[in-house]
């Protein structure tokens, strides 16, 4: 497609790339890195309609399927709200997801903040 359209999207995905490392940051035990088995949580597959992890948002992101930094914050937050969902409250997996949640969408925001050329919806 049109020259500035390739541009945008190039720069997107380099934006979106950094922000999965910045975010990836937030997570060292690395809980959120791949999909969730339901060998490690019972019944998780039917439970949680729409799985999502890090790995998968990588995977995504090559494949070209974010067009806007909207797009990637749903995925993120999703993620989150599934381990929110999933695990009870009082679980170490739940604070972490609720941490996880509250400090990415904040990296992403400053990202943002500091790109207002990013294409934001
Ligand atoms: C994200 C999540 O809900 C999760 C990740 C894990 C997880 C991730 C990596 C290694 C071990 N466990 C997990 N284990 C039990 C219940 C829930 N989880």
């Not at 992890?53 to 992101?61: G, I, S, V």
């Amino acid at each position: 497609s049109h020259p500035t359209v390739l541009l945008s999207r190039a720069s997107l995905k380099m934006f979106l790339a950094n922000i999965l490392r910045l975010v990836q940051k937030h997570d060292p035990e690395g809980i959120f890195a791949e999909p969730v088995t339901d060998e490690i949580a019972p019944g998780y597959s039917t439970l949680i309609k729409y799985p999502m992890d890090l790995t998968t948002m990588a995977t995504k992101l090559s494949n070209h399927a974010y067009s806007s930094v909207d797009e990637f914050r749903s995925d993120f937050v999703l993620m989150c709200k599934n381990a929110m969902t999933y695990n009870a409250p009082e679980t170490v997996y739940f604070s972490f997801a609720k941490n996880m949640m509250e400090d990415g969408v904040k990296v992403i925001e400053r990202e943002v903040s500091l790109r207002p050329d990013i294409r934001y919806g």
